[in-house]
Each structure stands twice: as C-alpha cells, then as structure tokens.
T-cell receptor
Framework: DAEITQSPRHKITETGRQVTLACHQTWNHNNMFWYRQDLGHGLRLIHYSYGVQDTNKGEVSDGYSVSRSNTEDLPLTLESAASSQTSVYFC????????????FGPGTRLTVL | QKEVEQNSGPLSVPEGAIASLNCTYSDRVSQSFFWYRQYSGKSPELIMSIYSNGDKEDGRFTAQLNKASQYVSLLIRDSQPSDSATYLCAVKSEGNTGKLIFGQGTTLQVKP
C-alpha cells in the first residue's frame, strides 16, 4: 500500500544545531508539503514543492529549507535550531491537481533545548 | 488574505446525537473542500471531500456545501465516543495546484 513516512518520530536537539527531518512518500505524488502544528496556531505551511527541483516558501519559512531531488522525498532542514522551532512537524502529499486532498505522514515531534 | 474560519469549540454532544461542525471561507473562487479528523497526538486524516453544492453522504458522515454562502459543514450522525477528535476544514482555491488553507479546527467531545 502507498504511504507517507516521516523520520525520526521524535527528536531532541540543542539550540544552534542543524536538524533534518525526513519525509518519504510512495504515492508518486507531485506535490509535497511541510507544516508545523502548535497549540493555538493550527497547521502552518512551512515549505512546499510541486515537483522535482521545485520548492516554494510557505507562511513560516524563516529558518527552514527544503530540497526536492526526486519525487519521493522532501527533507526539511532547520539550519540553526531555535527553541521557537519546538513543534510537531507534518509532511503531506497530494496528486498533481491537488483536487483529492492531501495525505499526511505520522508527524515528527521536535524539541529544541 | 484567504481565510477559513471554524469555531474552536469544544462542541459537546451526547452519544447517539447528531454533531454539526461548521466552516466558512473567504475566497469565492474556492472549488474543493475537505474535512480532516485529527485525534490527539495523531496526524490529520482525510475523511470527506466535497466539490459541488449540496450534500455528500458517506456512512454516518454528511458534508454540506453552499458556495453562495461560502459555507461548508460536516454532520456526524449517531455520534460515538470514538468520534471525539478535532475536525479540520480545508479549502483548495482555484489557480493553485495543491495548497490547502486550513481552519484552526473544532474539537468535538462525544459523551457516553
């Protein structure tokens, strides 16, 4: 069965360290998205990609970067982790037109100390 | 700024009752609408999609869309304690290939 996976599921890091969160989907979806979810803020879009070599900034992209070298993967990098980036991170994917909704991975809980 | 608004709740209903969850959106050209269910500590799960005015039924769930009023709702019949979760409304606007705008979600509590 097609799926979307994220790793690690839990991560504790220190302020200033670089952290990469992995997202891998086997749906063969063109669109991939990264969100963060915090109490009181709902889902906020960080970065998204509509295909290989395509990346776009979302509403809260500062301090994050992504790269898309193949269809299946969209890793999210926190260049210098800050305590404000403590959150739950969700990856999602959707088909080209996006009309059938997005499918979410299980999430990564990141704690920055 | 395109927006999707939901009452955060909590909405509390007794077991067996109908739960009604509402969502309004600001972008008149929106064309696809989705409801996600999110259990505490879990990821959002797509449960309903609706694209045209009227009702769409799937088991105990009915999605209702009124584009003239920019309003979409989710009805859950015969509510069960297992329906207790946060329900997110999401809207896809015309002109983009996949971005969704999410509401903040409504927390539903079904009491036995």
């Amino acid at each position: 069965d097609a799926e979307i996976t994220q790793s690690p599921r839990h991560k504790i890091t220190e302020t200033g360290r670089q952290v990469t969160l992995a997202c891998h989907q086997t749906w063969n979806h063109n669109n991939m998205f990264w969100y963060r979810q915090d109490l009181g803020h709902g889902l906020r879009l960080i970065h998204y990609s509509y295909g290989v070599q395509d990346t776009n900034k979302g509403e809260v992209s500062d301090g994050y970067s992504v790269s898309r070298s193949n269809t299946e993967d969209l890793p999210l990098t926190l260049e210098s982790a800050a305590s404000s980036q403590t959150s739950v991170y969700f990856c999602a994917s959707s088909a080209l037109a996006g009309g059938y909704g997005q499918f979410f991975g299980p999430g990564t809980r990141l704690t920055v100390l | 700024q395109k927006e999707v608004e939901q009452n955060s709740g909590p909405l509390s209903v007794p077991e067996g009752a109908i739960a009604s969850l509402n969502c309004t959106y600001s972008d008149r050209v929106s064309q696809s609408f989705f409801w996600y269910r999110q259990y505490s500590g879990k990821s959002p799960e797509l449960i309903m999609s609706i694209y045209s005015n009227g009702d769409k039924e799937d088991g105990r769930f009915t999605a209702q869309l009124n584009k003239a009023s920019q309003y979409v709702s989710l009805l859950i019949r015969d509510s069960q304690p297992s329906d207790s979760a946060t329900y997110l409304c999401a809207v896809k606007s015309e002109g983009n290939t996949g971005k969704l705008i999410f509401g903040q979600g409504t927390t539903l509590q079904v009491k036995p």
